[in-house]
């Protein structure tokens, strides 16, 4: 049985280890928040984006563009977003796993030396190095602070890439953000733009909440859209008699790659929010785990001091009983 100072030492080991879990936590929630707010943000530009492209298809217009061709697929290239920081549950190992599956069933069709990786963070970045992929450049910086520059710089070099005959295939790896307590593991395709099954993608985001508990989720749910449902009967439908010059083709061909630099800054904005999501469930759980064990060692050291006092007690109980 450890003595009465060594389960001391553990206790205010596990202690320290509390206020870190508990801080990280905090610093997360604040992150996610403002993460939230940068998704909030992007949401109008969304919205009106793709209303105008679905009225567009309500036309029958048939645009032909380069970035809705198919072909034979002959190189395929993979954008992965990951974290640039570990202690996030299993958010960056579902990723690297995602990744390594991809490339197995890839390269039995096409080969191992005919895939190409665009790492959107450091872990896959080094991951990758390290199983010896072709990785195309470090986009970690972007994880860090996301901007629009830099998906639009990403999203022309693979359009360029793409027109080039480079690479037939452009696939996208990232968790889609739900809520604080739901991020969706995601792989779907980038180039060519099935723009129909793109606009009837799920959109599904609570932006609302830092909280994971299940109960509250699914109170915020119920009543979020309860909400959602009010302010929706509120709003006046948009006009959809757009005049379009100088031909519908020419504006659908100037609209996809608009569609492309928007589909890759959704998908690292929603990596990013689900990091810290992730990283605050794995702070929340190591600090919940920290009370749980300083509970037991407390039962301990309680259990040891009331044992020691009471081998004293005999002792003196004893020593007087032989006098």
């Not at 080969?111 to 991951?127: H, S």
């Not at 993608?201 to 859209?225: F, N, P």
Request: charged share 25%.
């Amino acid at each position: 049985m450890p003595s009465l100072k060594e389960i001391k030492g553990r206790i205010a080991s596990v202690n320290s280890t509390r206020k870190i879990t508990s801080a990280m936590k905090m610093v997360a929630s604040s992150k996610l928040h403002h993460a939230q707010v940068a998704i909030q943000n992007m949401l109008p530009y969304e919205t009106m984006l793709e209303h105008i492209l679905k009225s567009f298809l309500a036309a029958e217009a048939e645009a032909q563009t380069i970035y809705d061709q198919e072909r034979p697929v002959k190189r395929v290239a993979l954008v992965v977003f990951s974290s640039n920081s570990s202690l996030c549950g299993g958010f960056n190992a579902n990723i690297i796993k995602m990744m390594q599956h991809a490339v197995t069933g890839l390269a039995e069709k096409i080969g191992a030396e005919n895939i190409d990786i665009y790492p959107m963070g450091r872990k896959v970045y080094e991951k990758a190095q390290k199983l010896g992929y072709n990785v195309m450049g470090d986009w970690s910086a972007t994880v860090d602070k996301p901007n629009v520059h830099d998906c639009i710089g990403l999203a022309m070099e693979l359009a360029e890439r793409f027109a080039k005959g480079e690479v037939d295939k452009v696939e996208l790896i990232y968790h889609h953000f739900k809520s604080a307590g739901s991020q969706i593991l995601t792989s779907k395709t980038f180039l060519p733009i099935d723009l129909e099954s793109e606009l009837e993608r799920d959109h599904e985001r609570d932006l609302t909440s830092t909280i994971v508990t299940k109960k509250a989720q699914d109170y915020l749910k119920k009543h979020g859209r309860k909400r959602a449902s009010a302010d929706s009967d509120e709003v006046a439908p948009l006009n959809d008699n757009f005049i379009v010059e100088p031909d519908m083709n020419t504006v659908l061909t100037q609209l996809m790659p608009k569609m492309a630099h928007l589909m890759l800054y959704t998908a690292l904005l929603d990596s990013v929010a689900s990091e810290h999501a992730a990283r605050m469930v794995a702070m929340q759980t190591a600090t919940d785990n920290a009370d749980e064990l300083l509970r037991q060692l407390n039962l301990q050291y309680n259990k040891s001091r009331q044992q020691a006092i009471t081998s004293e007690l005999l002792d003196i109980v004893g020593g007087s009983v032989n006098n």
